[in-house]
């Protein structure tokens, strides 16, 4: 691919002496001219900043919107999942770092134009509910996101993100009016594992979830429970109290098998004792609803009523089996099962 000359970005301030703030992310670089911000995708050029990858898009598919995984979010429909190279993270154990850490080996343009307009097209040409901003990090490609997002609800498409969850609190305001779901990795609990392992700060992903929460968007939490990082029955229960008491006990939390890659390799499988352990601590908590992730059995899996555990929606894999949903509410005893049914 040719390089492009960028998209000016959205998001940040003049700082003087031609440098610029950007103010999209909990890093909030200050960046001088020429330079690019941590990400690699934001580029000062001549005092403005620039998004060097909004015309290069690396992922265009259409996936279950379980795969996401939301599972309290238009349950057994189809969602076009896009994704540009880069991200504000640099994990350890990334399962996409061939795209999201590419622009660090100076891929930054690897991909195709499409324009936000085409987009919302293919995903109405195949009858897909929403359009997803996933695979790397969403908040690296802001700009191709809100502008697909905003033409989306125009066509009555929803949008959700796949995030780490280092927006700042303007930048949740800023795409709120268009965003209607998020799953948000919640990687640790401990802020010296998010500057170690993710090169990243714990405050701005907590900040963020509560900004997210109090917007109005549906959020759900997932949590990739890593042996010997954040596998702890301390760390496993600040998760969850956190999720209980600062979000609300309705939202969702996926705790999911890690499996080696990247620079995480030799790291053993977690095994199926510590996510169950997990489930338990997420109950003690108060949570209403718990699921798990990248598993060979199906347990776990399914949504149940809070209230007189009848199964709600049955699930295999990413397939939704059965929903036995009426209207919003549980069949057999009236709760209320909270999500965006419709």
């Not at 499996?259 to 977690?270: A, E, F, L, R, V």
């Not at 338990?280 to 209230?307: D, F, K, M, S, W």
Request: hydrophobic residues 35%; contains cysteine; charged residues 20%.
């Amino acid at each position: 691919m040719t390089k492009r000359d960028g998209h000016e970005a959205m998001l940040y301030e003049s700082a003087g002496d031609g440098d610029v703030r950007c103010r999209l992310c909990g890093h909030q670089c200050l960046i001088k001219p020429g330079k690019t911000g941590i990400c690699r995708v934001r580029k000062n050029i001549d005092g403005k900043l620039i998004s060097l990858n909004y015309d290069a898009l690396v992922a265009v598919n259409i996936d279950p919107i379980e795969k996401k995984p939301l599972f309290h979010f238009l349950p057994g429909s189809t969602s076009l999942s896009i994704a540009a190279a880069g991200c504000n993270f640099q994990c350890s154990f990334c399962q996409n770092w061939q795209i999201s850490q590419a622009p660090r080996t100076g891929k930054i343009l690897a991909g195709e134009s499409i324009p936000p307009a085409d987009l919302v097209a293919t995903a109405k040409r195949n009858g897909c509910k929403s359009i997803s901003y996933t695979y790397t990090e969403p908040t690296v490609f802001f700009e191709l996101c809100y502008d697909t997002a905003k033409l989306a609800h125009e066509a009555g498409i929803k949008n959700c993100f796949v995030s780490n969850g280092f927006m700042t609190p303007e930048a949740v305001q800023t795409i709120a009016p268009y965003l209607d779901a998020i799953n948000v990795d919640l990687k640790a609990f401990r802020d010296e594992t998010y500057r170690h392992v993710m090169k990243a700060r714990l405050e701005p992903v907590l900040t963020c979830l509560k900004e997210l929460v109090s917007v109005g968007i549906w959020v759900e939490v997932t949590t990739l429970v890593v042996p010997g990082m954040n596998d702890s029955q301390d760390e496993l229960s600040d998760i969850a109290g956190f999720i209980a008491g600062e979000l609300g006990v309705d939202v969702p939390w996926h705790v999911s098998r890690f499996h080696g890659d990247y620079q995480m390799t030799d790291t053993p499988t977690t095994p199926m004792e510590t996510l169950a352990s997990a489930v338990e601590v997420g109950r003690q908590a108060g949570l209403n609803y718990i699921y798990c992730g990248n598993v060979p059995t199906g347990e776990h899996e399914n949504t149940l009523c809070p209230n007189c555990s009848a199964t709600i929606i049955r699930r295999s894999g990413f397939r939704t089996a059965e929903i036995r949903l009426s209207g919003t509410r549980c069949p057999d005893c009236s709760t209320e099962i909270a999500g965006v049914w419709k």
